[in-house]
């Protein structure tokens, strides 16, 4: 089944914003990256994926700053879900 993995970090559009410009990367235990993401579309500076394993196991989900910064002001809330439409059709 899809997985949906979103990093929300600079829309939290509180006191909280973050300096966070965030990657993430999906990997197999070993390090090899399967999946990666650096801006999603309509969420700025936050990424995310929706990733379709090829098969069941044991994944790794790593988040960075784009610019190998860090600190207080990096916060961020990490999201994994079952991919599910955000929207319907009517006709």
Same mark, same amino acid.
């Given at each position: 089944?899809?997985?949906?993995?979103?990093?929300?970090?600079?829309?939290?559009?509180?006191?909280?914003?973050?300096?966070?410009?965030?990657?993430?990367?999906?990997?197999?235990? @070993? %390090?090899?990256? +399967?999946?990666?993401?650096? =801006? &999603?579309?309509?969420? $700025?500076? #936050?990424?995310?994926?929706?990733?379709?394993?090829?098969? @069941? %196991?044991?994944? +790794?989900?790593?988040?960075? =700053? &784009?610019?190998?910064? $860090?600190? #207080?002001?990096?916060?961020?809330?990490?999201?994994?879900?079952?991919?599910?439409?955000?929207?319907?059709?009517?006709?």
């Amino acid at each position: 089944k899809p997985v949906r993995v979103e990093v929300f970090a600079r829309r939290f559009g509180t006191p909280l914003t973050s300096r966070l410009d965030s990657q993430v990367d999906v990997m197999t235990p @070993d %390090g090899k990256v +399967v999946a990666s993401n650096d =801006d &999603l579309v309509g969420a $700025g500076k #936050d990424s995310g994926l929706i990733l379709t394993p090829a098969a @069941d %196991g044991d994944f +790794v989900v790593r988040v960075r =700053d &784009l610019n190998n910064k $860090g600190g #207080d002001g990096f916060v961020y809330y990490l999201e994994l879900d079952l991919a599910r439409p955000d929207f319907t059709l009517k006709c």
